[in-house]
């Protein structure tokens, strides 16, 4: 009887794990002992890590992009559009429901379909909404708008916490800040404010650099500040304590939340996030304790950091204890919070060198101490190209 594996979801984490086990079985797929669906409604892999360059035109869209067909395994179907948009999940049943009403039975189901923007949980957010979070077409207007920026206040809002890849608003701070003191020149005429939903910017050295540049560069953090509406027309933010920040030009990271197929399947805790073993990466929630059921990447437990790095050593654990159960051997490993944050305080121009460093950490061991370089802002760009031939396959 042939073993189907359905993998909900072709982003990155969905296909490291796609790519690694078709490697592994190949003589499985081969014989029809196996079989490795994958199901997304986009034919097109995007690296969301790059809408943060975008705005100051260090990455093209072609860069950021490419097909799937040329990403994952052709011994993997792959299924896309209407055919490959989930509309239900059975853990009960382990049958997935796609939107043109196929139902496909599974022997292991890995959930990996990213999480999305929630504008509307935000009031008022949507009637001034300039993010780099959501797509390229927003990511160009916003460097649209800061290309003819001459002066006033930038607030760059985080709603509320969680949300995919939570370094990027900082990151993309320190951009700004260098974009307009060393490409526009008119720094001083620009007041940067980060509007910051909690305490700590990450872990406790994370948070003392990033402290302590901004700083030095003269950018105003407000912390503690989570947004409860906006006023388009007076230009202010109102946080759910009642605090006011005024504006003029809002770049607003809006709160996310899992896809609504998953929502509307019972699947989420309260907080609208998909539960999990922190160490198994297993399905434990309100559906019930599946061990044949992974879950993996921005839409997992609250509680895990979602970031790309987090996506990559997550999809490696599952794909490594997916081999182990397919082969029978009663072997598990451990997924230990492996995850990290690229940072970028300085961007290179033709008369300043680009500084950046990867911080990485797991569960109960958080980074050291560290300084941003000339050499982690090369490494971090290469990273992006490196992306595709090697990061998404599964190679490493």
């Given at each position: 009887m042939t073993e189907r594996v359905l993998i909900l979801g072709a982003g990155y984490a969905g296909s490291v794990v796609a790519n690694i086990l078709a490697r592994e079985f190949r003589n499985k797929i081969a014989k029809d002992e196996l079989e490795i669906v994958v199901f997304d409604k986009n034919k097109t892999s995007i690296n969301q890590g790059g809408f943060t360059f975008l705005p100051f035109d260090l990455y093209t869209p072609e860069d950021i992009i490419r097909p799937r067909k040329k990403l994952i395994s052709p011994r993997v179907k792959s299924i896309y559009g209407e055919g490959?948009?989930?509309?239900?999940?059975?853990?009960?049943?382990?049958?997935?429901?796609v939107k043109d009403g196929k139902k496909y039975r599974y022997t292991y189901l890995v959930i990996a379909m990213g999480c999305r923007a929630d504008m509307e949980a935000v009031a008022g957010l949507a009637d001034d909404l300039n993010t780099f979070y959501t797509s390229i077409e927003d990511a160009l207007k916003v460097r649209d708008?800061?290309?003819?920026?001459d002066g006033g206040k930038v607030a760059i809002s985080v709603a509320s916490m969680p949300i995919p890849c939570p370094g990027a608003p900082v990151k993309f701070t320190f951009m700004l800040d260098s974009y307009l003191r060393n490409v526009k020149k008119n720094r001083d005429d620009v007041q940067l404010t980060l509007v910051w939903p909690m305490e700590p910017i990450g872990p406790p050295e994370f948070n003392k650099m990033v402290s302590g540049q901004f700083e030095?560069?003269?950018?105003?953090v407000i912390r503690n500040f989570q947004l409860a509406s906006v006023d388009a027309t007076n230009k202010e933010l109102t946080s759910k304590n009642g605090e006011k920040v005024n504006y003029d030009l809002l770049i607003a990271v809006p709160p996310h939340k899992a896809p609504q197929a998953l929502i509307d399947s019972g699947l989420t805790d309260d907080k609208g996030w998909l539960p999990a073993d922190k160490a198994t990466l297993q399905y434990r929630g309100p559906a019930g304790n599946f061990d044949n059921v992974y879950v993996l990447g921005d839409l997992g437990p609250a509680d895990i950091l979602k970031t790309g790095i987090g996506a990559h050593y997550q999809a490696i654990a599952v794909s490594q204890n997916l081999i182990n159960r397919i082969y029978g051997n009663g072997m598990e490993i451990s997924y230990e919070g492996e995850t990290g944050c690229p940072i970028i305080t300085d961007t290179e121009t033709p008369t300043t060198p680009g500084k950046g460093y990867i911080a990485t950490w797991k569960y109960g061991v958080p980074p050291a101490a560290?300084?941003?370089?000339?050499?982690?802002?090369?490494?971090?760009?290469?990273?992006?190209h490196v992306h595709w031939d090697m990061s998404v396959k599964g190679l490493f």
């Open positions: 490959g948009e989930v509309s239900a999940v059975d853990l009960e049943k382990r049958e997935v429901t708008l800061v290309k003819n920026m030095e560069k003269g950018v105003e560290f300084k941003p370089t000339k050499l982690g802002w090369y490494l971090y760009r290469m990273y992006y």
